[in-house]
Each structure stands twice: as structure tokens, then as C-alpha cells.
């Protein structure tokens, strides 16, 4: 049976689902994807001319297929709205509508150069940085360097929750991950064609279809749920602890949470319910802290910290791209400096700060002071949220892993229960 017809025939949401798949509307982060020459070759330029920003080039920022798909969306949430009998249904499918409608407007905004509007849609999409983590990394990190310099911050609650994830709470969530499929040398250097081979082997049962293959076209390894494949650059290598981590997160979780939502009876557990994307990426790095390794500290912190710098959050003074970069270039210098000589610390300080820098300031306007894409807060702010889940709670809940939804949230939970 062909995988729309499985669909039509046991789905509750056949026909939502099925509308949303012929859409195809423009993924936010393959719109912002940058050309690769601009990454990879324009670093040299900008220390060659360190007071003029580079220029951002978008390969797949498609503004007439952007405003087809709006067009389109708009006029199924209106049908879902006035003809879907099942209120559960219904209001699940309105909130991600819009919430895919205001993922499409941030990427008008940015076709249409309208800095205003991106910087609102933004922060509707996304929020501001909490208050609690922007002062819990300013503390640590004015302890740790010295050329980070003397900073107001405010007391930090969570080193309290830092102190409350004992070994016991880490032991039985470990249990409860698939890291252990995966046998591996942690102290190994392994190339990219042999993890591609590793991972192949022991993707979950239930991923049929899906492979993992070598990239020319990708700096990181990346999941495509719409195509089914894990990519994983041709150059990458790492040592065995690395890849056993990336594991956990790509495959243990983003993979996994896909199949298994693709088995129930809701058929948008498979592609994520509205505002579950935090919760995944936090479950990601808790699943790469708890193998080969216990926790150390909350993940996320060079995106965070980067936005905070682009934000001005540090000292209520936002920055454009290379003011940012100036800022976090020293912030990389300070943690490889002991360990590398110093031409090659610059070197990589730079190469990190560059790539970090083209993070926060996809999308939006590196000539504008904080007009930069705020979707990496989600990293830190997820595994905070997690942990404090799991210290209230004790344990993740036994269908954790079985969709792309939040477990934090009551509405996302009843669904689960509901529609098996």
C-alpha cells in the first residue's frame, strides 16, 4: 500500500494532512540556507575588511513560491476552521497553520527587505532570551575569562537546578534512550565514510526508506525528514565519543520521534505538532550529555551567548554582524588559546566565530544592530527545559521518543493519548 493511501485509510487527519503535504511550503531553514561560496570562502575577505559586513546570498529563497504557499495556507486554515467537525482536530491544525504562516511571513520579511517586520515576526515566532539564562551565562562566563570583563548579572536559579540532576536522575533517563545500539571505539578517529556505514546499519526498524549518505552540500550533519536521508559531509571526521553522541541526537531522537509519529493515528506527530521544536532540539542534547559522559552543563551556549552579543543583552547595546563578530571571536580565542598555538587558535577562533555569526544572522540583516534569526535560543532554552521536567518529574514519560511533539505540554500529551 502507497504511503498516501495508508494515510487516507487509517489517519484521522487524512485529509489536513494530505492538503499540507501538496502544499509543500518553503522550510524556513532551507530559505536561509546561505550559498555555500559565501560560507566557505568569504571569511578572508571580511578579515581583509573588517569594517564592512558581508553580504548574505540565499540559494533557495524562493519569494513567488513563498507567497503561492501563504496564499494556499490561508485558504485551507479557513476551510479547517469551517469544516472540521473534531474541535481537537481542528484547533491543532489552526495553530500550525499559523504557526507555518508566520514562518512563511519571517521569510517574506526577508525577500521584501522589511527589517521592521522580520524583527517582530521573529519574536512572535520565537521569543526574547530568558532572563534567567542570559544571567546564568554571563555569570559563568565572567568567572571563566578574564577579557570578558566585569558584568551586571543578576543571581542565577539555575545553578540550583544544575545541582538537582544527580547520577541516580542521570542513570535511569540513560536507560530510557537507544544510544547503547550503537558499538563504537570513543577513542577512535573515524572518517566520514565509515559513519556513514556505522549509522546505516543501525537506523531504528522502523525507518524504512530512510539512508544515510555521504554531502557535498552540507557543513553539519543534517536530518531531512521530507526526503529521508541523514546527510553527513563528505570531509567529517571525529573521534568515536563524537559520533556516538551525534547519534543519539540525529538519529535517537530527530529520526526516531519521525518514524514513530508516523505510526499513529495523527498523522501530524510525524511532521510536529505547533511549538514542538524546543523540546526536540532539548532532547537532542540530552540524549549527546548522557552518552559517553554524564552532564556537565546545559547545551547551547555559543548560540545563546552569540545572541546575546547580537541582541545586546551583555551591555544594552545591540551589534550588526561585525561588531558581533569581534565580540565572539575573542569569546573562541579564550577557549582554544591554551591548547593551540597562537596562530592556529586565531585561525580557528576566527573560522568558529564566522560560522556562528552566519547562524544568528541568517535571514535577517547583518548592516542592522539585532536584526539577526532568533530560532537558535531553542537549543539552550530546550535542554534547560528538559532537565527541569525531569527533575519535577524523575523520569521521561514511556512515549517520549513516539512523534515530534512537547511533553511538557498538556494539550500535545491528551493528543498522544488520544489518537494512538
Known amino acids: 500500500m502507497k504511503r498516501n493511501e495508508y494515510i487516507t485509510k487509517y489517519a484521522v487527519d487524512h485529509r489536513w494532512f494530505l492538503a499540507l503535504k501538496e502544499i509543500r511550503a518553503p522550510l524556513l531553514l532551507r530559505s536561509y540556507r546561505l550559498a555555500d561560496d559565501v560560507v566557505t570562502n568569504g571569511l578572508s575577505d571580511f578579515l581583509a575588511n573588517p569594517n564592512r559586513n558581508p553580504i548574505p546570498v540565499y540559494r533557495y529563497l524562493d519569494c513567488d513560491r513563498i507567497a503561492d504557499a501563504v496564499k494556499r495556507l490561508n485558504l485551507l486554515r479557513k476551510q ?94 540513560r536507560a530510557s534512550l537507544i544510544t547503547s545500539l550503537l558499538e563504537i571505539d570513543g577513542d577512535h578517529l573515524y572518517e566520514a565514510e565509515e559513519i556513514c556505514g556505522m549509522w546505516s546499519k543501525k537506523l531504528p526498524p ?100 552569540t545572541l546575546m552579543i547580537a541582541l545586546g543583552s551583555l551591555d544594552g547595546k545591540p551589534k550588526d554582524f561585525k561588531d558581533t563578530f569581534s565580540y565572539i571571536q575573542t569569546y573562541f580565542y ?51 527545559s528538559i532537565w527541569k521536567y525531569l527533575v519535577k518529574h524523575g523520569e521521561l514519560p514511556t512515549n517520549a521518543f513516539e512523534g515530534k511533539f512537547c511533553i511538557q505540554n498538556k494539550e500535545h500529551h491528551d493528543l498522544l493519548v488520544r489518537y494512538k
Open 80 to 173: 479547517i476552521v469551517q469544516e472540521e467537525a473534531d474541535f481537537a482536530i481542528r484547533d491543532i491544525y489552526t495553530q500550525k497553520t499559523e504557526e507555518m504562516l508566520l514562518e512563511l511571513s519571517l521569510q517574506q520579511a526577508t525577500c521584501q527587505e522589511d527589517w521592521d517586520e522580520f524583527n517582530h515576526i521573529n519574536r512572535l515566532l520565537f521569543g526574547d532570551l530568558e532572563p534567567e539564562i542570559v544571567s546564568d551565562i554571563c555569570i559563568r562566563l565572567s568567572s571563566k575569562y578574564e577579557s570578558f570583563g566585569k558584568q551586571k548579572c543578576k543571581a542565577s536559579s539555575l545553578t540550583f537546578l544544575r545541582q538537582a540532576i544527580t547520577p541516580n536522575l542521570q542513570e535511569k533517563v
Open 206 to 305: 522502523q525507518a524504512m526508506g530512510w539512508k544515510v549518505v555521504l554531502s557535498d552540500e552540507v557543513v553539519g550533519i543534517k536530518v531531512s525528514s521530507r526526503h529521508r536521508r541523514v546527510y553527513i559531509p563528505r570531509n567529517f571526521k571525529a573521534p568515536g565519543k563524537k559520533v556516538a553522541r551525534l547519534f543519539a541526537h540525529e538519529v535517537g531522537v530527530h529520526v526516531l520521534r519521525r518514524v514513530l509519529g508516523k505510526e499513529r493515528t495523527l498523522q501530524l506527530f510525524a511532521i510536529g505538532l505547533p511549538g514542538y521544536a524546543a523540546c526536540e532540539e532539548g532532547l537532542g542534547i540530552l540524549s549527546e550529555q548522557l552518552t559517553f559522559g554524564k552532564f556537565r552543563d546545559f547545551g547551547g551556549q555559543d548560540k545563546y551567548f
Open 334 to 384: 579564550e577557549r582554544v588559546r591554551k591548547k593551540y598555538a597562537q596562530e592556529k587558535a586565531i585561525q580557528i577562533s576566527n573560522e568558529r566565530a564566522w560560522r556562528m555569526c552566519w547562524r544568528v544572522f541568517r535571514g535577517g540583516n547583518p548592516n542592522m544592530a539585532g536584526c539577526c534569526f532568533l530560532k537558535d535560543k531553542m537549543y539552550r532554552e530546550g535542554n534547560v
